[in-house]
DNA sequence: TCGGGCATGTAAATAGTTACATGATTCA
DNA sequence: TGAATCATGTAACTATTTACATGCCCGA
């Protein structure tokens, strides 16, 4: 299980409340891992009580307190000895080969619209990733040399934008192969 | 939820037992779709209950009886009314994209043995696809011309190949990255 | 005053993993 | 005889999702 893990590393990379992880869930981090709030609070909660992050209650003004967790020294331990621990094959969850599948097996056309919203979110996940890739890693103000972590930031970020790439030129696929199906041209 | 509708489209591709549709889940539909076979004959027994499929059973020689399941009425509507639901943006675990992260507050160089792994593991799948491409697809033995059922199949198989591909070249950018990184050098 | 953002949670249901269990047949 | 394949399951645990719940502050 990596939520732990993932929510350890992005502590070490900024600590924060609860609240702040699960936006980070929502963006960056959450790019490769989805977490929702419920989830983040119990495991914090968790890991607390075992002593891998430690809790500071922080008051704000105009805002309600916060609690901002950090990595303790057994969290660090927990996650080394996760990394060096090696990973079965991911287990991959992808509805919409499913449905190109099951299309079989009803009308292809009515998926057109589905690969075209997806699609459309591909799109917009890429420009966005590409917006940050400038901010953060190829533009002006980002820093130079960059330091390893931001060296390891930037490919998983590489690594986000070749993902939506290959997906918008296979959904480009999938369109042709589902217009060639259709019946009625 | 797709199990129910992933165990349902492999069963109108061909109807098999539930130990038929586990090893599917090894290959093929589990492609892109994983299940155990605990998880399968509990939703086999779900949706038999519910009527979604039949069952018959099947006596066989030198082998143990098995229960044949094949789709029914109500299960082709269940599929039918996902399929022309909307499906939201599918959520991703990419457990070494969190490893690499976190490689920056370990040892970056003991990735590189982790990455080389898994960079085995697609090349093998990737080799695995183009041989069964060219098995029911492109080869001569396949079927000219080909049906929708074919055609969809084929297009699923080139997202895996896509995604492979993608894979291999950004595992060798992490390698070429993790290297860039060492100290010894 | 109403909606949205900040902040934290509980409860219930569903899904998924891991471990255990059984029993037949075939092949080395 | 022992391992591998075929075949089906139960039980316990862990993880994930969905729904419900509270309360403060700010700006329109």
Known sequence: MALDHAILVSLLEQPGSGYELARRFE???????????QQIYR????MEAD????????AQQGRPDKKEYSVAALGR?????WLHEPIQPE??????????RGAAFDDP????????????????RLAHYLAGEVRDFTGPGA???????????????????????MMLAWLDDVLATLHRLRPER
């Open 27 to 37: 963006r960056s981090i959450g790019y490769f891992w989805t977490a929702t709030h």
């Open 43 to 46: 495991v914090l909660k968790r």
């Open 51 to 58: 002593g891998w992050i430690d809790v500071r209650e922080v």
């Open 77 to 81: 331990d927990a996650l080394s000895r």
């Open 91 to 100: 287990s991959v969850r992808h509805d919409l080969a499913v449905k190109i």
């Open 109 to 124: 056309a009515a998926l057109i619209r589905e690969v075209e919203r997806h699609q459309r979110a591909h799109a917009d």
């Open 143 to 165: 820093p130079a040399p960059p330091d390893a972590g931001q060296e390891l930031q930037h490919v998983v970020l590489r690594g986000g934008i070749a993902y939506e790439r």
